[in-house]
């Protein structure tokens, strides 16, 4: 029952949005640390590749000393190049083939793309593919870049490279799901410990509710007895009558408000006398309605309920705390209803698993937003045109307490014809 009540559920909510708040944090620090982390890495190994390329290529142009080479000296067969393997391809001025030292294959390779951009750039420094593997070329003109007497494409293989930043990329993943996985339990802990002194603040306040009603009652009672024997005695002068009338029609409203509040911290203890029985649930709604014909006749709200030998509706419950709770319903509906307006009480049944009451208004409606806190303890119904108009504010709250004591729910929705539909569901007693 613990996690039904409106307090529990707020501080359910609440850790569950500190939660998702935190770890959303969280998530964005290691996302950012881990994509730094990752950038830099990949970056220093970029850097590494150009680097040895770099050196590769001056070291073989210092060889060939500005000129072509005769001839010859090639490989005699041609062989894949492996990982981070480095390779030359001397090329004439127009860019042809004039030797191949490492014998790699010629699928893509020169790159005439690369040679064109080195003659108007006087280099170029570019990842191609040959077909196989991802290659790293680097094309420097040979004999000085005014003249070149030819062009030197030198390759690095990223095969390693490629594997190696993969494996760093996942690595960085890995410790980052680590990472978020220990962050998601230190926030459960942290957020509960946080909530701590708030639930002792909640137990705190709903003692001194509880206690403070039981004090207010016996007050309440008196001042409502003393006036009645002031009346009744003849004590009072005449245009002292309506004063009286009013302390004691105050009195009885304090001691509903009292009513209320006892009712409502019993309810969220748990401790609400429920008297199980099995009942007819739309001989309740016909009964509710019946009680709640004067009043709401006096407001000039026509009251309807459902019709006399309809269907059946068995529940396990106590009736008197479902027609406390469908009254709250139909006074409240009557309450937001325009004069001359009418309430509909209905009852139904949904797959002979659940048996439904319907109250039905035709106020301004509960807009989707407002009908979990109208729940809440104190909350007031959107166009309440004043607060005693609007009662207490706890009505609702009591009510759902009642319904769930008996298992079902309580919910508010849009009447068919317009206004606001309040639902209470109920398992089926058969």
Not at 98 to 114: F, H, I, M, T, Y
Not at 395 to 416: F, K, M, Q, S
């Amino acid at each position: 029952m613990s996690d039904r009540v409106p307090a529990a559920r707020l501080l359910a909510s609440t850790r569950r949005r500190l939660a998702i708040v935190t770890l959303a944090l969280i998530g964005a620090l290691v996302l950012a640390i881990g994509a730094a982390t990752a950038f830099v890495a990949t970056r220093a190994l970029d850097q590494d590749v150009d680097r040895v390329l770099e050196q590769s290529a001056t070291a073989e142009s210092q060889r060939l000393a500005g000129e072509l080479p005769a001839g010859g000296g090639d490989a005699n067969d041609e062989r894949p190049p492996e990982a981070s393997d480095t390779f030359f391809l001397v090329l004439d001025p127009s860019g042809s083939l004039v030797s191949n030292p490492s014998g790699v294959p010629r699928q893509g390779l020169p790159d005439e793309e690369a040679v064109a951009a080195a003659r108007a750039t006087g280099r170029d420094l570019r990842t191609v593919d040959d077909g196989t593997v991802p290659i790293r070329l680097l094309t420097l003109p040979i004999g000085g870049p005014g003249s070149p007497v030819g062009w030197l494409q030198t390759g690095f293989v990223l095969t390693l490279h490629d594997r190696q930043t993969g494996s760093l990329i996942l690595a960085v993943t890995l410790v980052g799901l680590v990472g978020l996985a220990g962050a998601a339990l230190v926030t459960l802990f942290v957020t509960g410990r946080a909530l701590v002194p708030i639930r002792a603040a909640i137990a705190t306040e709903r003692r001194f509710v509880a206690d403070a009603s039981h004090e207010i009652r016996t007050p309440a009672a008196i001042i409502r007895a003393s006036a009645e024997v002031l009346e009744r005695e003849g004590l009072v002068a005449d245009d002292g009558h309506a004063l009286v009338a009013d302390i004691v029609a105050e009195s009885d409203r304090l001691g509903g408000l009292v009513d209320d509040l006892l009712a409502l911290a019993a309810s969220e203890r748990g401790t609400l006398a429920i008297e199980r029985r099995h009942i007819d649930l739309a001989a309740v709604a016909r009964d509710t309605v019946r009680r709640a014909g004067p009043l709401a006749a006096e407001r000039g709200i026509d009251l309807v309920g459902p019709a006399d030998g309809g269907t059946h509706l068995p529940v396990v419950g106590d009736p008197d705390r479902l027609v406390q709770l469908l009254l709250v319903l139909v006074d409240n509906a009557s309450r937001h209803s325009p004069p001359g307006g009418r309430v509909m009480v209905t009852t139904g049944e949904e797959g002979r698993r659940v048996a439904s009451v319907y109250v039905d208004d035709q106020g301004p409606g509960v807009p989707p937003e407002a009908r979990e806190a109208i729940f809440e303890p104190f909350a007031r119904l959107p166009g309440s045109r004043s607060a005693a108009d609007a009662g207490s504010g706890l009505g609702l709250a009591i009510a759902r307490g009642i319904a769930e004591l008996h298992g079902g729910t309580l919910v508010a929705a849009d009447a068919p014809g317009g206004g606001a539909r309040f639902v209470l569901s109920l398992p089926s007693g058969q």
